[in-house]
């Protein structure tokens, strides 16, 4: 038992002369020597101080290495790179979308959009006044004024940019022409627009509403209401066709005080569609399902 206890004495002692020489040598852990003239625990000391400082080092750069991967990575440049990538990768879906759609399917889907004048007292009630029809590739189908049998009392020009001489001259079509030439064009396809509500009605058309794509009714494009004392349920509302545009696609029509042009709000609404149209159309699908499966159970 007292063997191991002398050899600790001792031990201590080697350790303690050893600092004694070290402190007379004029070394220590951060002396300025070079290596080969230090002694041997100097050196001893030197050599581990290097190995805490390269594994501290190699410490650093693995943490570095796995908060930045890549070796070209800059932080302020990221963000930009991300944003550039979102865009290419929308830019891709849509050319996906559109090769998606054969000339058959294409053919399927018209886009449609009016302008109306007011009869009666102040001019409330709504007659039709012009009408215009695209196809899926914008061309022209139908795009014509139409003759009022009942006298105009508000041509609303700031609006429709409709006026007397429109309404009079020979290139105005007859109201029931006009009607029959729409609905031929619009049977058996898929209508797109801005408020067809208000559209098929003063045009007298019913449409089937699973053939119907309104775009002022497509919920993920309405504005959603916040609730209130007198509306305890915050239902949705539809938006204005100038402001989903510009949201929605980064385009300005209807300036103010320009009149508004029926054409291009038709293919505005068509380009609308087409920017939701995998999910619009998938949401149609379980609508359609489910109103098959209901009518089957009654």
Not at 191 to 201: Q, R, S, T
């Amino acid at each position: 038992m007292c063997v191991p206890q002398l050899t600790l004495q001792k031990r201590s002692k080697v350790s303690h002369d050893h600092n004694r020489n070290q402190r007379d040598h004029g070394c220590t852990s951060h002396g300025h020597q070079e290596v080969s003239s230090l002694p041997l625990c100097c050196k001893k000391q030197r050599q581990n101080i290097t190995m805490t400082k390269t594994t501290k080092e190699k410490k650093k750069v693995i943490l570095i290495k796995k908060d930045f991967p890549s070796r070209n990575f800059n932080p302020k440049t990221s963000r930009k790179r991300s944003t550039s990538q979102k865009q290419k990768k929308e830019r891709q879906k849509t050319n996906i979308e559109a090769l998606d759609l054969t000339l058959e399917d294409q053919a399927q889907f018209v886009a449609m959009d009016c302008e109306f004048v007011g009869i009666g007292p102040g001019g409330f009630t709504s007659a039709l006044a012009r009408v215009s029809i695209v196809d899926y590739n914008y061309n022209i189908l139908l795009d014509t004024y139409v003759k009022v049998n009942d006298p105009v009392t508000d041509y609303r020009t700031f609006v429709s940019g409709i006026t007397e001489d429109h309404m009079e001259s020979d290139l105005a079509m007859d109201r029931v022409k006009c009607v029959d030439a729409a609905e031929k064009i619009l049977r058996g396809k898929i209508l797109i627009g801005h408020g067809l509500k208000n559209d098929l009605a003063v045009l007298g058309i019913q449409h089937p509403w699973h053939h119907t794509r309104d775009t002022a009714k497509y919920e993920p494009f309405m504005k959603k209401q916040s609730k209130d004392a007198s509306y305890p349920i915050a239902l949705p509302r539809p938006r204005k066709l100038k402001d989903l545009v510009w949201t929605k696609l980064n385009r300005v029509i209807q300036n103010d005080g320009v009149p508004h042009c029926s054409i291009e709000d038709a293919i505005a609404a068509l380009d609308l569609y087409k920017k939701a149209r995998l999910k619009w159309e998938k949401a149609m699908q379980y609508k359609v399902q489910r109103t098959f499966e209901i009518c089957q159970q009654m």
